[in-house]
C-alpha cells in the first residue's frame, strides 16, 4: 500500500485551484481586471512567438514554396538510416532544423517491454542514424529519453534502444521518477493549463519527435501526437479529462522542431503493444515534416491502407489537432515528397 | 583460529543475504543462500535442503546459527557492540529451559496446522531477518543510491538512476521495528538467548546438535575451573563448574576457545563415553498434543482462507497455485517483495485472513505485473511461489478483469480513453464501438492474465482484478492478422 494512493493526480490539482482561488480573493476588482489584462497580454505574445516557430518551419499552403525544400518527406524501401538520409535531404537537411551548439533531445516512443521485432517502440537504428546527423550538425548535447508505460528499465533494455543510443554516443535519461519532471503552464491548452513536463525538454533547445506509427486500441492509431503523453508525468489525468485535447494541449507547449515516424516495422494489429510478430508488418516506410498534423496525416493514410478494417475518417484526434491551427491535413496544399529507394 | 574463520564466513554470509535483499538494480536476480535456510526449507519440504542441514549439524553442531541464520549473525553484531561499550561484559550459565523451547515449537506446529503462517514467519529467523532487510534496511539503501543519482545528474551524469521510496505496509513495517527492537535488546544484553529459547530452528537444531560428532570438548585434566569460559559464552551453556556443555544450546561460536588459558578447550570428536540423552517427559507431552491437533487442522485451513472480511478477493502472485498453498508455505520473508521490479507485490494487511498477514499480494497502487517478469517465482526459497518459466507465466491467471461500466470515463464524461486496452498485454480488455464515434472497452476474461495494467492505469478505476483464490490457465490468444503484406502504397 502506498502512504498516498493517487497522490500525484490530486497534489497537482489540488495545487492549481488552490491557487486561483487564493489569487481571487486577495485581489480587489481593479487589480484583478488589471492582471487579467496583463495576463492576456502575455498569453497574446507567447501565441505570437509560438506561431513565428511553426511559420518559420512550415511554409503555409498558401504561400508558394520559397525554396526547393519539402514540407513532406515520405520514403519506401529502405534501411532506416537510408530512408532518414533521404528524407531529410529533400527537407532541406537537418542544419535547417538545429543549429551548431544547440542542445538537443530525441524522444522515441520507448513505451513497451518489447524487442525492435515486436514493433512497439521506436527502431533503434533509426536513433543512431538520427544521433549521428545530429552530432554532425554540431549539436551541443543529446539526451533521449521516454516516459514508458511498462517497467522502465526492461524497455529501455529490450527496446534496443539504451544501447544504441550509449553506443551512438548520446545520453540516455531516465523518465521514471518524479523529480525529473517540472510543473509548467501551457498558455494555448484549453483543458491541461498546466502539466508536469519532463525537464529535458524544458531546457533543451530544440527537440526532436521520433514515434513509431502503430494500431491502438482507443485512438486507432498512434503517431507523432500520441508520443507526447511520454514527456508527461501524469498520464492517468490525460485520460479522465478528455485524451485528445489534452494531447493537442500538450503539444501546444513547445513543439518539436521536427518528426521523424518510424514505419520500418508497423504494428498493424492489437496496438499498441501487439500480441506476438504475426501484428506486425514489415513496411520500410518513414515519413518526416517539421507540421505535426500533416506527418500524422501522412502516416495516417499509410497506416489505414495497410490495415484497411480501419477508415482514416475514423482517426479523430488528426482533424482535432488541424482545428486547434497544429498544423495542415491538406497535403496537396503543402510540398510533399515522395521517395522509393 | 576456528573462531576467526567462524567471523569470516558469517560478515561474508550475512553481507551477500542482505544484498539480496536490498538489491534493487538486479546485480543478484537470483540469492542462492536464501535458499539454504532451515525454515523455509522446512516449510516447502526441499528434502536435500533439509537433509544437508540436518547432515551438517550431526557433523558440526549447531554452525549453522552462526554462520548461516541472517539472525543469528546479526545478533553476534549486537553483542559485539555491547562487549565494545562495556568490556567487562560477563556471560554465565543458565540451565536449560526445556518447556519453553518446547513450548514454543509446539505452539507454532498448532498455529501452522490451523492455518496461522504468520505466527511461524514472525519468529521464524530467516524471514524475521529478510523482512528488517526489505523495510528498514533497504530504505536507507535507496535513499542513499537516490541521494548520489542526484547529485551525479547534478553533473550531467546519469550513470545512477533514482528510484521510488515507498512504505508497502504498515503492519510489515511495525512488525519488523518491533523485531528489531526486541532482538535488538536481548542480543546486547542477554547474548543468544532468542535462539535457545524462542527460535524454532534453534530448538529443532538443537535437538540433533546433542548427537554431533565434532563439538566443544573440554579436557577435564587441563581445566582450572578459572569459569574463563564460561563467561564468554553468549549462549550461556557451559556449566564451567561441573566441566559440563549443553549441545543442544552451544552455537559454534568458539569464543571459549580462545577464552582458555590452560588450552583446555578444543573442538574435536566427540569423547566415546555418551551422555546419558534423557528425553523431558514435557517434550513428549507437547509432541503428543501437536499430532492430535494435526489431525483436526485441515478443516480450519478451510475456514482460515475463505473466512477474510474484505469484499474484493485478493491476489497472490503467479505461481502461488492458491491462498491456501500460499497459506501453508509462505513465511514471509519478503523476498519476493522486494525483488518485484514493479512495486506490485506488497505485504499483505488483512487480505488473506489474520494467518496471512504480511504474505505476498498483489496491488497496483505504485505499477502493475510485468508480462514477461517471473522474478517473485524464481526467488521464492520456501516454495510458497512456485517457479514459473515464461511461457507458463503468460497462461496463468492469478486473477480476473472486471469492468464496470457505470463509472468509465467514455460513458460518463463521453470522452475518448482506451488506457486500460492500450495496458493489456493479450487484449483481455479491447475497445468497441460506442456511442458518437467513440469506442468502450469490452472485455474478456478467460484471457486475462491479472497482470493490473488495466487496474493501474484507469483514472477512475472503473476496471480492477479480482483474485482467483485457486489460480486459473488463462486462455491462450487467438494468433490472427488479416494483413496483406504484398501491395501497399504511401496511400495519399
Known amino acids: 500500500m502506498s502512504l498516498f494512493p493517487d497522490k500525484n493526480y490530486t497534489l497537482a490539482h489540488s495545487y492549481i485551484t488552490n491557487h486561483c482561488f487564493f489569487t481571487a480573493i486577495i485581489m480587489d476588482r481593479r487589480d484583478f481586471l488589471k492582471t487579467l489584462a496583463a495576463a492576456g497580454a502575455l498569453v497574446t505574445v507567447k501565441t505570437s512567438g509560438m506561431m513565428d516557430v511553426m511559420a518559420s518551419t512550415v511554409p503555409s499552403g498558401s504561400q508558394a514554396p520559397a525554396s526547393d525544400n519539402a514540407d513532406l518527406a515520405a520514403v519506401m524501401n529502405g534501411e532506416p538510416a537510408d530512408m532518414l538520409e533521404a528524407a531529410m535531404k529533400e527537407l532541406g537537411g537537418i ?36 544521433i549521428k546527423m545530429c552530432q554532425d550538425a554540431g549539436a551541443a548535447e543529446i539526451k533521449v529519453f521516454d516516459h514508458t508505460c511498462d517497467n522502465w528499465s526492461r524497455c529501455y533494455d529490450h527496446s534496443g534502444i539504451e544501447a544504441a543510443v550509449k553506443k551512438a554516443g548520446a545520453t540516455m535519461v531516465y523518465a521514471h521518477e518524479r523529480s525529473s519532471y517540472q510543473q509548467v503552464d501551457i498558455p494555448n491548452a484549453k483543458t491541461l493549463k498546466s502539466a508536469e513536463i519532463h525537464k529535458a525538454i524544458i531546457e533543451c533547445d530544440k527537440w526532436i519527435n521520433v514515434p513509431v506509427l502503430k494500431n491502438h486500441g482507443g485512438a486507432l492509431m498512434t503517431c507523432a501526437m500520441k508520443n507526447h503523453m511520454g514527456i508527461v508525468w501524469d498520464r492517468r489525468a490525460f485520460h479522465s479529462r478528455g485524451l485528445h485535447q489534452c494531447i493537442a494541449d500538450v503539444c501546444t507547449y513547445k513543439p518539436a522542431v521536427l518528426h521523424i515516424v518510424d514505419a520500418y516495422r508497423t504494428l498493424a494489429t492489437n496496438g499498441p503493444q501487439g500480441r506476438s510478430a504475426s501484428d506486425v508488418v514489415l513496411t520500410k516506410a518513414l515519413f518526416a515534416s517539421a507540421d505535426i498534423v500533416a506527418v500524422d496525416t501522412a502516416a495516417g493514410k499509410f497506416f489505414t491502407n495497410i490495415n484497411k478494417s480501419i477508415k482514416f475518417e475514423d482517426i479523430e484526434h488528426i482533424p482535432d489537432a488541424q482545428k486547434l491551427g497544429l498544423g495542415t491535413m491538406d497535403l496537396d496544399a503543402i510540398n510533399v515528397k515522395r521517395i522509393r529507394l | 583460529m576456528l573462531r576467526k574463520i567462524r567471523i569470516a564466513v ?89 518447556w519453553l523451547r518446547w513450548g514454543v515449537l509446539a505452539v507454532l506446529i498448532i498455529a501452522w496446522l490451523l492455518g496461522f503462517t504468520f505466527l511461524v514467519g514472525l519468529v521464524e529467523p530467516y524471514s524475521a531477518y529478510g523482512r528488517m532487510a526489505d523495510e528498514l534496511f533497504r530504505p536507507v539503501y535507496l535513499f542513499g543510491n537516490n541521494l548520489l543519482a542526484a547529485i551525479s545528474e547534478k553533473t550531467g551524469s546519469y550513470r545512477f538512476f533514482k528510484v521510488l521510496i515507498s512504505l508497502k505496509s504498515i503492519s510489515a513495517f511495525v512488525v519488523a521495528v518491533l523485531t528489531l527492537l526486541v532482538i535488538g535488546h536481548l542480543s546486547y544484553h542477554h547474548g543468544r538467548t532468542w535462539c535457545n529459547t524462542i527460535c524454532p ?33 553468549k549462549a550461556y551453556c557451559i556449566d564451567s563448574a561441573n566441566q559440563q556443555i549443553d549441545y543442544s544450546r552451544c552455537i559454534d561460536c568458539f569464543d571459549c576457545i580462545d577464552s582458555c588459558r590452560q588450552k583446555a578447550i578444543s573442538f574435536g570428536l566427540a569423547p566415546k563415553k555418551s551422555q546419558s540423552q534423557t528425553v523431558d517427559e514435557s517434550k513428549r507431552q507437547f509432541l503428543k498434543s501437536s499430532l492430535v491437533i494435526a489431525a483436526l487442522a485441515p478443516a480450519a485451513i478451510e475456514a482460515k482462507v475463505t473466512g477474510r472480511k474484505d469484499d474484493r478477493v485478493p491476489m497472490s502472485p503467479p505461481g502461488s497455485k492458491s491462498h491456501k498453498n500460499l497459506l501453508q508455505h509462505c513465511t514471509a520473508c519478503h523476498l519476493c517483495v522486494s525483488k518485484c521490479p514493479s512495486h506490485v507485490l506488497k505485504p499483505a494487511g488483512m487480505e488473506y485472513g489474520l494467518g496471512g498477514l504480511m504474505q505476498p499480494v498483489m496491488k497496483f497502487d505504485d505499477g502493475y505485473c510485468n508480462y514477461d517478469c517471473n522474478l517473485c517465482s524464481q526467488v521464492c526459497p ?108 504511401f496511400g495519399f
Open chain 2, 10 to 98: 558469517a560478515v561474508a554470509v550475512i553481507a551477500i543475504l542482505t544484498f539480496g535483499f536490498i538489491d534493487f538494480a538486479g546485480f543478484i536476480d537470483n540469492p542462492l543462500l536464501q535458499k539454504i535456510q532451515f525454515g523455509p526449507a522446512l516449510l516447502s519440504l526441499s528434502i536435500v535442503t533439509l537433509v544437508c542441514l540436518i547432515a551438517a549439524t550431526l557433523l558440526l553442531g549447531r554452525l549453522y546459527c552462526s554462520v548461516i541464520c541472517p539472525l543469528g549473525i546479526f545478533q553476534d553484531f549486537f553483542n559485539w557492540l555491547s562487549k565494545k561499550f562495556d568490556k567487562k561484559k560477563k556471560y554465565g550459565f543458565k540451565p536449560e529451559k526445556p
Open chain 1, 95 to 130: 542544419g535547417r532544423f538545429i543549429k551548431k551548439g544547440d542542445k538537443i533531445v530525441i524522444k522515441p516512443n520507448i513505451g513497451w517491454d518489447r524487442t525492435p521485432e515486436l514493433a512497439g517502440n521506436t527502431n533503434p537504428d533509426l536513433l543512431t542514424a538520427l
Open chain 2, 201 to 233: 530452528v534453534g530448538t529443532l537444531l538443537g535437538f540433533f546438535s546433542r548427537f554431533s560428532l565434532l563439538r566443544i570438548r573440554i579436557d577435564k585434566d587441563k581445566c582450572n575451573h578459572c569459569l574463563a569460559c564460561q563467561r564468554k559464552c
Open chain 2, 382 to 489: 520456501a516454495g510458497a511461489i512456485r517457479p514459473l518459466t515464461v511461457e507458463e507465466k503468460h497462461r496463468t491467471q492469478p486473477g480476473r478483469v472486471v469492468f464496470n461500466k457505470d463509472i468509465c470515463v467514455v460513458n460518463v464524461n463521453r470522452t475518448s480513453c482506451g488506457a486500460c486496452a492500450e495496458h493489456c498485454p493479450v487484449q483481455a480488455i479491447h475497445m468497441v464501438p460506442f456511442e458518437g464515434g467513440l469506442t468502450i472497452p469490452e472485455t474478456t476474461p478467460d484471457l486475462c492474465v491479472g497482470c493490473g495494467g488495466c487496474e493501474y492505469i484507469c483514472p477512475v478505476k472503473a476496471v480492477h482484478i479480482e483474485g482467483n483464490p485457486v489460480h486459473l490457465e488463462a486462455k491462450a490468444p487467438e494468433q490472427d492478422t488479416n494483413i496483406q503484406t504484398d501491395d501497399f502504397d
